[in-house]
């Protein structure tokens, strides 16, 4: 599962090295943000999918 731990060591894994100051102070908050905004995509995909194939099968 993506969480913002794992984000931080793939980048040291590639060669990138972010301070711990800027990666809790900037990174972080904002990899935080866009996985909860592509969960709540998700979230809303997944809605809209299964009520079109309840329609669907009522049809």
Known sequence: MPNAGNAFKYLRT???HV???LWHSDLKPA????????????DET????RKR?????VA
């Open 46 to 49: 997944v809605r809209s999918l």
């Open 53 to 57: 194939l309840e329609e669907e099968k």
């Open 14 to 16: 590639k060669g990138i």
């Open 19 to 21: 301070s711990e100051k």
């Open 31 to 42: 990899f935080d943000a866009i996985l909860s905004m592509f969960y709540q995509e998700h």
